[in-house]
C-alpha cells in the first residue's frame, strides 16, 4: 500500500532521510527487510501462540494473548479518533500496558515517544510540544510519584495535547479501558512502510533540550534481529526486565523486542532492588538480564552479603550504559563465575557487545564490537582527521540502524553530524586490533550518572533562570557507585535575607525540582564560588572546576 502525496510529506516532516544509495546497499544486503515491528510482533504471535510472552507480578500474557490486548487497544485507539503519524507519549514503569500501547499505537501507525519514568513535567511536556502529540499514556503513580499531577501540568503548557490515559486510579482523566469490548472489531493497516519512521526514542543529549530520536521499522528491526543472534536468545530464554522497559537497551540490545523475535519470556520487575530482583530470578528461571554498571555493583554487595549467587544461575549478565570498572568486570566472572557481557551502545544507533566466546581479558577490559559489518566507524582528532589505529580520539558513526538526523532539529544537526552522515558520538574511544572499543571519556557536555545521562546546558539554563544566580557550571564529579555524580558550581548574588549555605543549597535543589525537571538532574552537589574560571576564549574552563572536585580543593 502507498500512503497519498500529502500522508507522504507529513510521513517525512522533520526526518532526516537514508539517502538512497544506503536504502538500496541496507535492502541489497538482508539488513532491512520491509517488515514494520507491528508485523514482527504479529508474526511472533503467530509463531509461538500459546508460549508464554510476558508476566507482570501475577498477570500472564501468551503471546496470542497479549497480541489480542494490542489488537482491543488498537480498536480503542481508533475509535477515539487517533490515527496515522499522531505521536503518542508513552510514560510508564515496567507494566504490561507498556506493551499493549506500544504495539497497539504502532499497529495504527501512530508514533509512541518513549519517555522514562524518571522524567519530570519539563521534559514531557517538551516530548508532547516537540511532536504535536495529541495523547499522553501514564500510569496513575509509582516510586510514590504521582503522574496525573505531572499529566496537568502538561495539559496546562500543551495545546495539542487532546487527552490524558491513566492505567490505575485515573482521578479526573479517562482510565485505561475495558479492552475485551473491543473485541470483535479489527483495525486495518495503517498506509506505511517499514521505511517510515516507527517511533521516537529519546536521546541523553548534550545541550538544552533533550532530542528526539526517529527510529525506523526497518533500521529499528536490523539491530533488534542481529542482536537477538548474538545474545543467542531462544525460545527458552527468560529474560527479566529491571531497567526502564522504554530505554533503548531495554528494547532492542536485545531486550523485549529481541525476546519477542525469538519466542521468549518476559519478567518485569517492578523496581531493580536485589530484595524484588532475586526472589524473580530464582522463581522464573531467569536465563537474561541486562544492567547498568550501579546496579551490577549493588547485586554484588547484595551476594557478597549472603545472597543465593544469582549471576551464577543466569545464562547472561548484560552490562551496559556506562563504563564498567574493569575491576568489577574481573570480580563479576572470577568471583561470581558470571558470564558478562559488555554492551556499549546509543539510542541514536550504533551498538557493541563483547561475545561470549571472547577471550576473557576482550570481556572485562574492552566494550565490545559492533554488530554490523556495515557499521562504519571513524576515530578522529579534533579537526576530523582519522587517527591511526590503537589512539584515542573521537568516535564517528554510520550505518544501517544509525540515525542521520535528530527530529526537527535542522540546526542541531549540523554539528550532531558529519557532512557524509557520521553521527558525533561525543564518546572518546580507541580502537583495538581485533575491532574492540574502549570507551576512554567523553567529549560530550555530558555527565553520566550511573546510566542516566544529563545534558550540562539543559541544568544550567535551569539554574541560570534562578534571580541569584549570575552564573552556574554543571559538571562531572567522579562517583564509586554512580561513576560520576553532578557537582554545580555557582556564582551567587547574595541578598541580606540569605539564609544558611545549606538552607541556599536546599532551596536551589528545589528550585530545580519545581522547574519540573527529572529528579537525576538535580545537582548531587552544589558549591558557591566567588568567580568562575575561565578558558583563554573566554569559556568557564570546566576543566579546571573538575580538578578542583578531584583534588578537593574548593
Ligand atoms: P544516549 O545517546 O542517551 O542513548 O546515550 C548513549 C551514551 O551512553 C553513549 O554515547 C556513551 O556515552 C554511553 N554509554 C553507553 N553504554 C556504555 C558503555 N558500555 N560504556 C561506556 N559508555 C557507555
Ligand atoms: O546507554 C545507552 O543508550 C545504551 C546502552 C546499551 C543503549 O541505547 C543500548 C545499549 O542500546
Not at 111 to 124: D, F, N, T
Not at 181 to 189: L, Q, R, T, W, Y
Not at 300 to 317: D, M, R, S
Not at 409 to 425: I, M, V
Request: proline share 5%; charged share 20%.
Amino acid at each position: 500500500m502507498n500512503a497519498n502525496v500529502n500522508d507522504e510529506s507529513l510521513l517525512w516532516d522533520g526526518i532526516v532521510p537514508y539517502p538512497e544509495e544506503f536504502v538500496e546497499r541496507y535492502i541489497q544486503k538482508g539488513y532491512w527487510k520491509g517488515q514494520t515491528i507491528s508485523e514482527f510482533f504479529q508474526e511472533s504471535a503467530q509463531k509461538f501462540v500459546n508460549q508464554m510472552a510476558l508476566i507482570c507480578g501475577d498477570r500472564q500474557y501468551s503471546y496470542q494473548e497479549l497480541n489480542q490486548n494490542i489488537e482491543q487497544f488498537a480498536v480503542f485507539l481508533t475509535k477515539q479518533g487517533y490515527g496515522l503519524a499522531d505521536a503518542v507519549v508513552i510514560q510508564m514503569p515496567n507494566i504490561a500496558e507498556f506493551f499493549i500501547a506500544y504495539f497497539a499505537a504502532l499497529r495504527i501507525g501512530m508514533r509512541p515517544v518513549m519517555s522514562l519514568p524518571a522524567h519530570r513535567h519539563a521534559e514531557v511536556s517538551h516530548f508532547i510540544q516537540q511532536t504535536d502529540a495529541k495523547l499522553y499514556i501514564c500510569a496513575d503513580k509509582h516510586l510514590g510519584f504521582d503522574y496525573r499531577s505531572l499529566a496537568q501540568e502538561c495539559q496546562r503548557r500543551c495545546p495539542t495535547l487532546q487527552q490524558v490515559i491513566v492505567v490505575g486510579d485515573a482521578g479526573d482523566f479517562d482510565p485505561w479501558p475495558n479492552l475485551p469490548s473491543f473485541k470483535n472489531h479489527m483495525v486495518s493497516k495503517p498506509k506505511i512502510t517499514a521505511r517510515h519512521v516507527a517511533f521516537f526514542q529519546l536521546s541523553g543529549g548534550s545541550t538544552g533540550t533533550p532530542k528526539l530520536i526517529p527510529r525506523t521499522h526497518d533500521d529499528y528491526l536490523y539491530s533488534v534481529r542481529a542482536s537477538a543472534d548474538i545474545c543467542k536468545l531462544h525460545t527458552e530464554s527468560r529474560m527479566l526486565m529491571v531497567l526502564p522497559v522504554a530505554h533503548n537497551f531495554s528494547m532492542s540490545s536485545a531486550g523485549s523486542l529481541g525476546l519477542f523475535y525469538t519466542g521468549g519470556t518476559l519478567v518485569l520487575s517492578k523496581d531493580p532492588s536485589p530484595q524484588t530482583a532475586f526472589p524473580l530470578i530464582e522463581s522464573h528461571n531467569i536465563t537474561h538480564v541486562a544492567l547498568v554498571p550501579a546496579l551490577a555493583a549493588t547485586w554484588a554487595e547484595a551476594v557478597q552479603n549472603g545472597a543465593t549467587n544469582i549471576f551464577k544461575k543466569l545464562t547472561a549478565l548484560q552490562v551496559g550504559g556506562a563504563r564498567l570498572p574493569d575491576a568489577l568486570a574481573e570480580k563479576l566472572i572470577d568471583q561470581y563465575q558470571c558470564r558478562l557481557q559488555q554492551v556499549f551502545g546509543m539510542a541514536e544507533g550504533l551498538v557493541n557487545y563483547t561475545r561470549y566466546d571472547d577471550p576473557k581479558e576482550v570481556i572485562i577490559g574492552t566494550q565490545g564490537s559492533r554488530i554490523s559489518p556495515d557499521d562504519e566507524i571513524k576515530i578522529v582528532d579534533e579537526d576530523d582527521h582519522e587517527l591511526p589505529l590503537g589512539e584515542v580520539g573521537h568516535l564517528l558513526t554510520r550505518g544501517p540502524y544509525t540515525i542521520r538526523g535528530y527530529y526537527r532539529a535542522s540546526e542541531h544537526n549540523r554539528n550532531a553530524f558529519t557532512l557524509d552522515g557520521f553521527y558525533r558520538t561525543g564518546d572518546l574511544v580507541r580502537l583495538t586490533p581485533e575491532g574492540n572499543i574502549i570507551v576512554e571519556g567523553r567529549s560530550k557536555e555530558q555527565i553520566n550518572r550511573g546510566g542516566e545521562k544529563i545534558a550540562t546546558e539543559e541544568v544550567e539554563q535551569v539554574l541560570n533562570q534562578h534571580q541569584q544566580i549570575i552564573l552556574s557550571a554543571l559538571v562531572a564529579q567522579p562517583d564509586p557507585i554512580l561513576g560520576e555524580k553532578s557537582c554545580a558550581f555557582i556564582q551567587w548574588r547574595p541578598n541580606n535575607q540569605d539564609a544558611s549555605e545549606t538552607r541556599l543549597k536546599l532551596q536551589i535543589r528545589q528550585f530545580v525540582q519545581a522547574y519540573g525537571l527529572a529528579t537525576y538532574k538535580i545537582p548531587d552537589r552544589i558549591e558557591f564560588i566567588e568567580e568562575m574560571p575561565y578558558t583563554a576564549l573566554g569559556k568557564i574552563d570546566k576543566k579546571q572546576l573538575r580538578k578542583r572536585l578531584t583534588e578537593d580543593t574548593i
